[in-house]
């Protein structure tokens, strides 16, 4: 484990990030039910709703969002 940390940080600090950025660790590879489901329908099949499984290629996804501004895009201006 001390050598996934070690990657982690010499990762963060090769793209400059510093301590004070939102970083945040998420997984992907998820599939979560987002319809209801017949209260009769086969569990195997038919997950409950909300429910979240993870996939076997699941995966870690570290973003740094201070450094991901969201920036609206603007109609062009008629001259």
Same mark, same amino acid.
């Given at each position: 484990m001390?050598?996934?940390l070690n990657q982690i940080t010499t990762t963060i600090e090769t793209l400059g990030w510093n301590i004070d950025d939102d970083i945040r660790v998420e997984v992907g590879g998820v599939a979560a039910t987002?319809? &209801?489901?017949?209260?009769? &329908?086969?569990? %195997?099949? &038919? %997950?409950?709703?909300? /429910?979240?499984?993870?996939q076997n290629? &699941?995966?870690v996804v570290i973003k740094n969002? /201070?450094?991901?501004?969201?920036? /609206? /895009?603007k109609a062009p201006e008629n001259e």
């Open positions: 001390d050598d996934i987002g319809t &209801a489901t017949h209260p009769d &329908a086969n569990p %195997k099949w &038919a %997950k409950p709703f909300g /429910s979240v499984t993870y290629d &699941a995966f969002r /201070s450094r991901n501004p969201v920036v /609206s /895009s």
